[in-house]
């Protein structure tokens, strides 16, 4: 993959806390690599307190071109942003950022785009459907985004930051299509319902969504990628539910991740 590894490769970064979990650098690098494109990712492990050193230190990098920004840094870097899409602006996160042509950052968001196109994948039609999301983080807030975008009738969010909850969805229901409100971590009464939370990493975690409510007619999605396949996502499936992980999403998301990237 790095035959031609180099001082003329391109740099771009993933940065999160924690960020041993991720995918992206391998994933990232070898779809440049296939696009035949001379560049490398990255991981940086940075704490939010040291973010705003670490992002400065990059930026004066002349060979970094981009940045993939995961847990928990996604609304600190829209704040970095001197520009920034639509989408990015009406959730106030980004999940990837690229060089302007003066050197500031643009960012954009896909968290949510990607989801739907993995739900959507796995056959599961959102038109006219009632979705649970729990998590209104980063993640969350793009997924709750896509959805109703999506066409989802009713969309339920739990989140225990109550203020991030009620603001995400104040600025969904002005959209004025699908109905957004407070829901709780029972499934009952959803088609979908989705885990946008970093619960299921530890062994120790509660399960995000009540297994006991879960049937078989649901469809049950979740973020993480590590374990491959949380306890969710296996609950639900010897419950015979179709599902989709972490890991399908990100298949998803690094193709418009990547793109974004390139993009001059």
């Known amino acids: 993959m790095l035959e031609n590894f180099s001082g003329a490769t391109r740099v771009h970064f993933i940065v999160g806390d924690p960020i041993a979990q991720v995918k992206s650098p391998f994933g990232v690098t070898q779809a440049f690599e296939q696009l035949g494109k001379d560049a490398v990712c990255v991981p940086a492990h940075v704490a939010a307190q040291d973010l705003q050193t670490w992002f400065e230190g990059v930026s004066s990098a002349r060979n970094v071109d981009g940045i993939i920004v995961t847990v928990p840094h996604k609304f600190d870097f829209y704040t970095l942003c001197a520009t920034s899409s639509p989408r990015a602006k009406f959730l106030g996160a980004v999940n990837t950022i690229r060089r302007n042509p003066d050197g500031n950052w643009h960012g954009d968001m896909f968290d949510g785009l990607g989801y739907v196109k993995a739900i959507e994948s796995k056959g599961f039609a959102l038109q ?20 109703i975008l999506a066409g989802v ?30 829901g709780s971590a029972s499934p009952f009464g959803f088609d979908l319902a989705i885990n946008a939370t970093p619960m299921g990493m530890q062994e120790r975690d509660p399960s995000p969504i009540d297994l006991d409510a879960i049937t078989s007619n649901m469809f049950i999605g979740c973020v993480i990628t590590a374990p491959a396949v949380p306890p969710l996502i296996a609950a639900a499936r010897a419950k015979g539910c179709n599902t989709t992980t972490g890991a399908d999403m990100f298949v998803q998301v690094r193709e418009l991740m990547v793109q974004f990237l390139l993009e001059t």
């Open 128 to 147: 006219g459907k009632k979705a649970l999301l729990v998590g209104a983080g980063g993640a969350g807030s793009a997924i709750a985004h896509s959805l």
């Open 153 to 182: 009738q009713e969309l339920a969010i739990h989140d225990g930051n109550t203020d991030r909850r009620e603001s995400l969805i104040a600025r969904l229901n002005s959209l004025h299509l699908g109905r957004v409100y407070a």
